[in-house]
């Protein structure tokens, strides 16, 4: 039986015939899926998990900037942006700096 491949047609004798295909398996599907899964969710897992983290430059700054807020509180902003006035007691738990800061 005279077999020739041209152009990706099978020609058997004298018969032209399309060649046969295979599909593909069901561990070579699993492996391309998870192979893209891994090129796509690492990358993006990571992205998730470390945007939140601060350098130690970062962090130093983020403290710093806290504690002068607890220590020089802006209460007349306060009171305009909420429209009321800031109880006395509030006034005073920020007036202890010793016991805002946790401090003895």
Do not use: K
């Not at 796509?40 to 983020?62: H, K, M, Q």
């Amino acid at each position: 039986m005279p077999c020739a491949r041209v152009a990706s047609l099978l020609i058997l004798n004298d018969e032209i015939r399309a060649p046969v295909v295979y599909p593909m398996s069901s561990l070579a599907a699993a492996t391309l899926v998870i192979g893209v899964l891994l090129l796509v969710g690492v990358p993006i897992l990571w992205l998730i998990f470390n945007s939140g983290t601060l350098t130690p430059v970062e962090r130093d700054a983020a403290t710093r900037e806290f504690e002068f807020q607890l220590q020089h509180p802006e209460f007349a902003a306060l009171e305009a942006h909420i429209g009321r006035r800031i109880p006395p007691a509030l006034m005073a738990l920020y007036a202890n700096r010793e016991l805002l800061t946790g401090q003895s």
